[in-house]
T-cell receptor, first 114, second 115 residues
Framework: GAVVSQHPSRVICKSGTSVKIECRSL??????MFWYRQFPKQSLMLMAT?????????EQGVEKDKFLINHASLTLSTLTVTSAHPEDSSFYIC??????????FGPGTRLTVL | QKEVEQNSGPLSVPEGAIASLNCTYS??????FFWYRQYSGKSPELIMS??SNGDKEDGRFTAQLNKASQYVSLLIRDSQPSDSATYLC???????????????WGLGTSLAVNP
């Protein structure tokens, strides 16, 4: 149980385009979903916390107009990177949790912006 | 002082030895503690959770929690080369309206198990 999927696993796009990443909890309803970013050889950085049906809570320094989060249901959250630039190239990972504080991670999406 | 601290390593142990990973945290009201393993290029994987003082064993892994001293550790017995990864310590802070179930993460300890 507690399986989280992400799609796509890898995406390459041109500078200025927008990219949408989906995160799904496959066998449970997630109270909360989280979006992280990780640059090579660096630690996880929490970007935002999303709850179904409400606005996402963004961490300090994360531009909410650039990283749009939609949590449409208890099993689906999406992250859209708008007007992507090469510095947005990173490993984006979502996680979801049950009633406990344990977080279960998706496999991640590697974004490369040319 | 960082909220959750780990030695970055690398920690190098021979195959078959016990690997000991440590984590300290600053918030005395923290309630839940987790160890995640992250292989290079992959996402983190939950390997242990612990909520009360003492030891918790699961196979070759033992988590130890000491709330009075504000540390949590992970022991890996009979270490294998496949255990080589970065181990992340995560702590859930005391609940309040602002923390919204998020975890506070350490920067991770890199473990290398040598054949």
């Amino acid at each position: 149980g507690a399986v989280v999927s992400q799609h796509p696993s890898r995406v390459i796009c041109k500078s200025g385009t927008s990219v949408k990443i989906e995160c799904r909890s496959l066998d449970f309803q997630a109270t909360t979903m989280f979006w992280y970013r990780q640059f090579p050889k660096q630690s996880l950085m929490l970007m935002a916390t999303s709850n179904e049906g409400s606005k996402a809570t963004y961490e300090q320094g994360v531009e909410k107009d650039k990283f749009l989060i939609n949590h449409a249901s208890l099993t689906l959250s999406t992250l859209t990177v708008t007007s992507a630039h090469p510095e947005d190239s990173s490993f984006y990972i979502c996680s979801a949790n049950l009633q406990s504080r344990e977080q279960f991670f998706g496999p991640g999406t590697r974004l490369t912006v040319l | 002082q960082k909220e959750v601290e780990q030695n970055s390593g690398p920690l190098s142990v021979p195959e078959g030895a016990i690997a000991s990973l440590n984590c300290t945290y600053s918030d005395r009201g923290s309630q839940s503690f987790f160890w995640y393993r992250q292989y290079s290029g992959k996402s983190p994987e939950l390997i242990m959770s612990i909520y009360s003082n003492g030891d918790k064993e699961d196979g070759r892994f033992t988590a130890q929690l000491n709330k009075a001293s504000q540390y949590v550790s992970l022991l890996i017995r009979d270490s294998q080369p496949s255990d080589s990864a970065t181990y992340l310590c995560a702590v859930s802070p005391r609940p309040n309206a602002g923390n919204n179930r998020k975890l506070i993460w350490g920067l991770g300890t890199s473990l290398a198990v040598n054949p």
